[in-house]
């Protein structure tokens, strides 16, 4: 199993960026996905999740309204477009794949992570 992340960077606060997480290894249309975050010094929170099927997600409360996840099944790929970024932001993002299952055991998996970083 496989998580790439990408599309983090260094953007000035209000502006936008969107992650990618390339998964590979596993069905992928059948699990929910996940997006993480760990600051310097803070412990790692969850951001966001998506159900297999897709739709509108869950956030935690500190991005809703700025956040959108989302998922093509087709490319195997998991989004999470931000929006209006604040310096609080930053981080480094992570994907993970819950529970996913390989015989009768359940994995999870996390992606190495992207680095976001919102400063003027």
């Known amino acids: 199993v496989q998580l790439v992340e990408s599309g983090g960077g260094l953007v000035q606060p209000g502006g936008s960026l969107r992650l990618s997480c390339a998964a590979s290894?596993?069905?992928?249309?059948?699990?929910?996905m996940s997006w993480y975050r760990q600051a310097p010094g803070k412990e790692r929170e969850l951001v966001a999740v998506?159900?297999?099927?897709?739709?509108?997600?869950d956030y935690v409360d500190s991005v809703k309204g700025r956040f959108t996840i989302s998922r093509d099944n087709a490319k195997n790929t998991v989004y999470l477009q931000m929006n209006s970024l604040k310096p609080e932001d930053t981080a480094v993002y992570y994907c993970?794949?819950?529970?996913?299952?390989?015989?009768?055991?359940?994995?999870?998996?996390w992606g190495q992570g992207t680095q976001v970083t919102v400063s003027s």
């Open positions: 993970k794949a819950p529970g996913v299952r390989f015989g009768s055991q359940r994995y999870d998996y």
């Open positions: 998506i159900t297999s099927a897709g739709g509108s997600g």
């Open positions: 290894g596993f069905t992928f249309s059948r699990y929910a």
